[in-house]
């Protein structure tokens, strides 16, 4: 699988196949860095995440019911945080429903997955912080960090309806 993600200043594009990460200048379209991470299952059902600046790429992997998330800098892909790894029965690895996203700040990262759970590591100490569980509410799409990093917003979406929450951290 494949994933592509700017980072949130705009300068910077990381684009992820297979174990090989490309990091791009978004202005030039010149590379940056390329480099193969050394983690990801045989499913190879990853996903990524820049951090702000781009200094920092997330990468996410899930295998069987096994998510896994390490934290490479862009440049030398050397990795800095990891592995961060949540066991869980209901994560099925043949959807790629996931969501991932650094704290504006880069203090915290999230991730939401197709069992409608949340999960948020603090990058510095690499501990899980909590975990949201609103899997009533169908798979996450999509993860927002408010700028003050006091608050994250879990975006769910199912066939039929779409449900949002905003949640203290």
Not at 36 to 50: A, Q, R
Not at 125 to 147: H, K, M, V, Y
């Amino acid at each position: 699988q494949s994933d592509i993600t700017f980072s949130p200043d705009g300068e910077t594009i990381a684009v992820s196949s297979g174990h090989v990460v490309q990091i791009l200048d978004a202005r030039t379209g010149r590379v940056r860095s390329n480099w193969n991470h050394e983690h990801g299952g045989p499913e190879d059902n990853s996903f990524i995440s820049l951090q702000r600046g781009g200094q920092h790429i997330a990468f996410g992997d899930i295998d069987g019911s096994r998510l896994t998330l390490y934290i490479y800098e862009t440049r030398s892909g050397y990795c800095v945080r990891g592995p961060l790894q949540v066991d869980s029965m209901h994560i099925a690895s043949a959807c790629a429903d996931f969501a991932l996203a650094f704290s504006p700040l880069g203090t915290f990262i999230a991730c939401g997955t197709n069992d409608g759970r949340t999960y948020l590591w603090s990058t510095t100490a690499g501990e899980n912080g909590f975990i949201i569980d609103d899997a009533s509410q169908g798979p996450i799409r999509a993860i927002l960090f408010t700028q003050d990093e006091k608050h994250i917003i879990v975006v769910h979406s199912s066939k039929f309806s779409h449900y949002f929450c905003v949640w203290d951290i």
